[in-house]
């Protein structure tokens, strides 16, 4: 078969998920409280439907079915989270011994099924006790972390050789502590600031800890949402906003992580607003010495950027908007099921920039994917007829060639998701899987997307 778009020997195939929006067993299982369990406590309506992380997709009992589900698709490699709050209860301590074994069953399942296991720290789940104390504001929550995480490489580093920190760490800096969609729902740049600080410390204090164990076969990373900047114009002003919204949602985790240190300019508009996070000595010279050794790169949609057409007032809180505001490209292509805007080339846009900007690190597209609400809708003969989103996959593939063939350093697809899971507030609002998973019964079928994975995965390309 003659292949168009034919991807590198030994690339890799598969998806990715996360602890808490799959295992379910929330209260099983030896498991502590995370914030998520705790908000839901608290505030039930704040989730879509009401649906709660309790038993999410249930891959805690059916983890088994899902990996030769996986195998069956065509995966070789698949990113999971571990969940905090089930490994160490309560965040730091004693290890819970049924974790323990959960993950030993998930990582030997995969490995017997050839599927090598990427696994990830922290994806979104802070152990409520932790938050308690303050959570990423606190410095003594990041020495947990990198306890933790220690752990972790102890338990099993053994048979896992791709480590990543964290999950899109600005997420929880924009819901938690910016725009009100995560746990502890505050709103405030300057602790904003710190939470984002510390994760980046805490991220560069367990590649350190990684490091040091000396796995000449291993690869410790961090995952980043990198959401390309477009300004309206060439105008100055507008490329200013643009260069400025890179260096809020994209630089901040960026740099630090990959090239050891902050963007001078992202340090003087703290400064200049009083917004600078209080730092220890030393931490510099951490950032600079622990990089990653990899990348993963979760990108669903651009960012348009304007300059703001009129200058908020002086008295209001800084936040990041106060420099821009978004803008609509007139003709833009719309996922119109999830209502985000589609531009496959900004995956090509992301790859070129890592290789002339950030030394081509080793990278991979660790999610992209097509959220779709109602997907029943789809259902024909006992199948979802997901065509829009294997179009979806398609043509994003295409830049990815196109930037491999351009010399970036791309190593792999992993599709968000590998099945239909709870996604914190939007709970089952948007599915994004391979496979569909029914939120009473928990039974699967594969999709058509799943199918058609298969076949590009086998044929390594298409
Ligand atoms: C990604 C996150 O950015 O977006 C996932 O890493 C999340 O955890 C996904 O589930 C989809 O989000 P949503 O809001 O469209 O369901």
Redesign the pocket.
Known sequence: MTLEYKFPEGFWWGSAT?AT?IEGAANEGGKGKNIWDHWYEIEPNRFFNNVGPESTSDFYHRYKEDIHLMKEIGHNTYRMSISWSRLIPGGRGKVNPEAVTFYNNVINELIENDIEPFVNLY?FDMPLELQNEGGWESREVVEAYAAYAKEAFRLFGDRVSKWFTF??PI?PVEGGYLYDFHYPNVVDAKRAAQVAYHTAIASAKAVKVYHELDKTDGKIGIIL?LTPSYPRSENPADLRASRIADLFFNRSFLDPAVLGEYPQELIDILTEHGQLPVMQKGDLELLKANTVDILGV?Y?QPRRVKAKENLPNPYSPFMPEWFFDHYEMPGRKMNIY?GWEIYEKGIYDIMMNLKENYGNIESFVS?NGM?VQDEDRFLKDGQIQDDYRIEFIGEHLKWLHRAIQEGCNAKGYHM?TFMDNW??S?AY??R?GFVSVDVETKERSLKKSAHWFKEVSNNNGF
């Open positions: 996360s929006q994806h999950n899109e997420v949402n979760n669903y999830r999610e959220g968000w996604s914190w939007n609002k948007n994004y």
